[in-house]
């Protein structure tokens, strides 16, 4: 076997999303063995030493830093991760950019329009690979859902309609801001649900249906005030907790999307529904190896929605794993994401999304806050 390139990562923030990114990198070794390139877990970064060590001893990290800026300055780094919370998206993506290094970064892009434009210039002008963790993309059923709609199955298409709703932010005593808590916080996350979990329904309603012409939103704060962790005080609550809004898709279909940490009983709700003049499409993230579809065009007598498992070796990256019939989970959503973006080294293909292609999500975002405040209708382009 030919000796792999070796792509040497540089993880920053060892919560949640550094778990999953690690993963998604040893994973990608076992699983997409054809691939040129190998990512090496050279270095990981985190401002606890104690936390960063066993971060790195458990997931087998060849070095450790404290200081994210240490990982931008060493020579042996070729890419560097970023899962930190979302107001350190921008700072390090610009430094990491700018030092000639390729950039995975988590989403949402940043907390603010203007922060995502300096991210995007930036990483245009370095003119270095770049990705977004939009994730969901790459789960076998929605590519299979991507497929089917591109292949025109469909025909013309008149909804989409998409949900993402949790319950942990209803107890009126939780506090807001710190660790483990910085989504409560609007100077760190940016926004509420809009920024944390539509900007996923959004990502996938672009790739899926197209562009977002316009929208009209409302959002909600169901809890005005909560004690803040690090100032210890409390303090006026600036997140959405809650959001709808409508919108106008470039190719004439409308859209309705729902999200909130309120929905008592949901955890990760994440649904999504489209329908065509010919057939329609419906996902759900709790069963996701999942894509339902119904096709008009079948015979009447046996004519109804198909619940297609999507486990057979001739869907999207279902050859890399098991027999048909054995089903993969949410992991593998980075894992496929790892090996694309390893693929789009060789290729010299974009891998998406990109920073700029993330862009266009960042403006959705922004006009559904604007309307939300102004109880308007707004357009999303030319923000
Ligand atoms: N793609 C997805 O489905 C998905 C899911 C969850 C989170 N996210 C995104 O991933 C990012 C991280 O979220 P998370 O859930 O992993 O958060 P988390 O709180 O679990 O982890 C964040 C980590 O960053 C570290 N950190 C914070 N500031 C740092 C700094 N200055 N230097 C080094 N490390 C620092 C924290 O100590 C922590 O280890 C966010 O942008 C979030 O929106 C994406």
């Known amino acids: 076997m030919a000796k792999k390139k070796e792509l040497n990562i540089g993880l920053i923030g060892c919560g949640f999303m550094g778990r999953t990114h690690s ?99 930036a990483i245009e002008k370095a003119g270095v690979k770049n990705t977004i963790w939009y994730n969901y993309r790459r789960l076998p059923a929605v590519t299979l859902a991507k497929k089917i709609i591109d292949s025109g199955k469909l025909g013309r298409i008149f909804h989409y309609r998409a949900n993402f709703l949790q319950d942990w932010t209803i107890n009126a005593n939780l506090p807001q801001g710190g660790e483990g808590l910085w989504r409560m916080d609007a100077d760190v996350a940016g926004s509420g649900v809009v920024g944390d979990l539509l900007s996923h329904c959004i990502d996938t309603a672009i790739w899926l249906n197209g ?10 704060t169901f809890v005005k005030e909560r004690m803040h962790q690090l100032t210890g005080k409390v303090e006026k609550v600036n997140i959405d907790d809650a959001c709808a809004f409508l919108c106008h898709f470039n190719n004439g279909s409308l859209g ?7 929905a008592r009983g949901h955890k990760a709700l994440y ?85 700029k292609e993330a862009y266009e999500t960042q403006q959705v975002c922004q006009a559904v806050l604007d309307s939300a405040a102004s109880g308007t209708w707004k357009d999303t382009q030319g923000k």
């Open 256 to 262: 309705l999307f729902e999200s909130t940490r309120y």
């Open 271 to 355: 649904t999504f529904e489209i329908n065509g003049e010919n057939a329609s499409i419906r996902w759900d993230l709790h069963d996701l190896n999942r894509l339902e579809y119904f096709d008009n065009a079948d015979d009447s007598t046996v004519r109804g929605w198909r619940s297609i498992h999507v486990t057979d070796g001739d869907q999207p990256y279902m050859d890399k794993w098991w027999v048909p019939g054995l089903g993969i989970g949410y992991e593998h959503s980075f894992v496929h994401q790892v090996a694309d973006f390893l693929k789009s080294l060789e290729t010299g293909a974009p891998c998406s999304p990109t920073f």
């Open 23 to 121: 993963n998604g990198y040893l994973r990608a070794r076992n699983f997409f063995p054809e691939l040129a390139y190998t990512p090496v877990l050279k270095a990981v970064c985190s401002r606890s030493e104690n936390k960063v060590k066993a971060f790195a001893e458990q997931w087998g990290y060849e070095s450790v830093e404290t200081d994210w800026k240490a990982i931008i300055a060493r020579k042996d780094i070729d890419a560097v991760d970023i899962c930190t919370p979302n107001d350190m998206h921008a700072e390090i993506a610009i430094a990491a950019a700018a030092a000639g290094k390729m950039v995975l970064c988590e989403k949402p892009l940043a907390r603010t329009l203007e922060e995502s434009k300096q991210m995007v210039d």
């Open 211 to 220: 562009g977002i012409k316009n929208v009209s939103a409302v959002a909600e």
